[in-house]
């Protein structure tokens, strides 16, 4: 069975579109909803034409030279990785509204329509600036909770997007983090941010340091290796 992950769905809510509609690229297969449409109805639709959207799908990527998705910038309906699990990103054509996160934990954008590459930098940006707001709570609620343990204060907190590092510590004590963190599991952001914070005591790698850091987290090897692991895919996708 081909699931929707495999034709990279994309799903896109369209006030001016007739009839069910899929469109193949090379970033995934989309599916256009016109608005009366219920459904089940769609999924059904979807389920008749499953088989051959996938052979266009593998079709289009080979003649594109083999372009993975990941390789191609962000597009709505696609899945983000929010804290390390799969949130659908959807993409309502229509007057422009910022990015938000729907009760049922969806990102929901609305854009006016156009081109898809135009689309994809202006999701990007909304993620990014939903993703800034986002992080400072959530690492200001992190250093709360980690930096009474050795009196360790980052003097501020600055998300960026960072091509190669995951966070860094400037020589004032500012806090760098990589805006990416979002999409890790929420324990190696707490990680990174621990990792920064016992810099702010020993400007190394020493066994002082990573004593420091197992203090606050013992089982930061497994962060670590998940970073290693899976860093640069995140990276390669959003960065
Ligand atoms: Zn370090």
């Not at 994809?120 to 709360?144: C, K």
């Not at 590092?165 to 929420?186: C, H």
């Amino acid at each position: 069975m081909i699931s929707d992950r495999d034709l990279d769905l994309r799903l896109r809510e369209s006030k001016r579109a007739r009839a069910l509609r899929l469109i193949v690229r090379p970033e995934g297969v989309e599916l256009v909803l016109p608005r009366h449409v219920g459904e089940s109805e769609a999924r059904h639709f979807l389920d008749r034409h499953r088989v051959w959207a996938y052979q266009k799908l593998e079709d289009i990527r080979r003649r594109s030279g083999g372009l993975k998705p990941s390789c191609l910038p962000l597009t709505g309906g696609a899945f983000v990785p929010f804290q390390g699990v799969a949130t659908e990103l959807i993409v309502v054509e229509g007057v422009r509204r910022p990015l938000h996160r729907r009760l049922d934990g969806a990102f929901e954008i609305h854009l006016p329509g156009g081109a898809p590459e135009q689309e994809a930098v202006e999701i990007r940006h909304a993620l990014y600036r939903w993703v800034a707001v986002w992080m400072r709570t959530e690492v200001s609620l992190l250093i709360d909770r980690f930096s009474p343990l050795e009196g360790l204060q980052p003097r501020q907190i600055r998300i960026k997007a960072m091509k190669t590092r995951w966070g860094s510590l400037g020589p004032k004590n500012d806090m760098n983090l990589n805006w990416l963190l979002a999409f890790t599991p929420p324990e190696v952001l707490a990680y990174v941010v621990i990792h920064e914070i016992c810099h702010i005591r020993f400007r190394n790698h020493s066994k002082d340091y990573w004593d420091l850091v197992a203090l606050h987290d013992p089982a930061w090897p497994e962060r670590r290796s998940w970073l290693k692991q899976h860093g640069s895919a995140l990276l390669a996708r959003f960065g």
